[in-house]
């Protein structure tokens, strides 16, 4: 299988939207299969681009310290964008974004990759905005509130050949 950059966002997509990390039970809250997937996965490279705002210090280092907690700080993740790395494109019409998508191009190169080798991984208009602009593969999760939802990753397969666009939102919408 050829070896893939996979792009993923936080917020919503790894872990809960509101950034919370412990249960109640002080359980590290993971979301269902993203530990195996990327076990399953461990010859790819990931990376994670947030598009929360991250050209505010804290947040930024919110972020790198959920990385931490989770452990995906010790090479698991082998770079992390944010905001501040978003670039602005005409005629992207997305609400609160002023224009700006995540530089799948930039992330790409920084990571010694073809684009075609990219795959995106997120729960926003932002990522999928991102995605097609790029014209990469992008898997369109629900956003993660509750860790008894019906997505998990397992239903994610990063083949040779794959889809422009997956949209797997549709397994929490039959909790509704």
Do not use: C
């Amino acid at each position: 299988m050829q070896r893939k950059l996979v792009v993923l966002d936080l917020y919503g997509t790894i872990v809960r939207q509101d950034g919370e990390i412990v249960d109640e039970n002080e359980r590290t809250i993971f979301r269902n299969g993203f530990a195996r997937f990327m076990d399953k996965y461990i010859h790819h490279t990931f990376v994670i681009a947030s598009d929360k705002d991250g050209e505010n210090k804290k947040e930024r280092d919110e972020a790198e310290d959920i990385l931490r907690e989770l452990g995906l700080s010790n090479g698991r993740i082998a770079g992390a964008y944010y905001n501040s790395d978003m670039v602005y494109v005409p005629g992207v019409t997305i609400p609160g974004t002023n224009g700006k998508i995540k530089n799948l191009k930039r992330i790409a190169i920084d990571n010694m990759f073809d684009l075609r080798d990219v795959v995106s991984i997120g729960d926003s208009d932002v990522d999928e905005a991102s995605a097609r602009f790029s014209n990469v593969p992008f898997f369109r999760v629900p956003i993660f509130k509750d860790k008894d939802e019906k997505f998990d990753y397992n239903y994610i397969w990063l083949g040779n050949t794959l889809p422009l666009y997956t949209d797997l939102r549709f397994l929490n919408e039959q909790d509704n």
